[in-house]
């Protein structure tokens, strides 16, 4: 596979949108997979080379991490690629519901008792999701990150003067961007 790859000429590959700029490209070229059997037919393999992003650990002296997948699916290869990573982000909702939310079983023999389960926990989540890009600004962050750092925070609740305060934790590393998420969700209009 790592001559395949190699071979591909420079030409051929395609920069992608990347959140590093110029950092990813596309190629694709021909593979046939088990090709010592007489019935081998050639396939698409559509290769995505990304640069090492700071703080990535890679194999001695190699400049890219190379990521393929073969297809027999019909379009262009940038759509193709585009797709499958989208494939990769749902992978990762589906691992977050089961393992983040609670969802890799479900804790019924009875049908009703576990559709309900199962509308919580996915409320649950996306609520979190929404914590997650509204609060805190981010795009990804698992729910288990989220429920560690933020949602069991030991802390006490007070009152003075009539107002509820909250005291957390002194040197608690997650406190500013607690309270800036805190107070970005508290800044959204009500709904009328």
């Known amino acids: 596979m790592r001559n395949i790859i190699e071979a591909i000429p420079e030409a051929d590959w395609t920069p992608i949108p990347y959140w590093m700029e110029g950092a990813a490209d596309v190629a694709e070229t021909s593979y046939t997979p088990f090709s010592s ?49 989208r494939h990769a982000e749902i992978e990762n909702t589906i691992r977050d ?19 309900a389960w199962l509308a919580v926990q996915v409320m649950a989540y996306n609520l979190a999701r929404w914590t997650t890009r509204i609060g805190l600004g981010e795009l990804a962050a698992t729910t288990k990150t989220l429920r560690r ?44």
């Open 37 to 85: 059997e007489p019935d081998a037919v050639p396939v698409r393999l559509i290769v995505r080379r990304v640069k090492p992003t700071p703080g990535s650990q890679l194999a001695l002296f190699a400049t890219y991490s190379y990521h393929a997948f073969i297809t027999d699916r019909d379009g262009e290869t940038l759509y193709l690629e585009a797709d499958h990573r």
């Open 97 to 115: 519901l089961k393992y983040g939310v609670g969802l890799n079983h479900l804790p019924s023999g009875r049908f009703h008792a576990n559709a």
């Open 149 to 192: 750092r933020f949602f069991s925070l030991a802390g006490r609740i007070t009152r003075k003067a009539r107002r509820l305060t909250s005291r957390l934790p002194q040197d608690w590393p997650w406190q500013n961007p607690f309270s800036n998420a805190l107070a970005r969700l508290r800044a959204l209009p009500l709904p009328s």
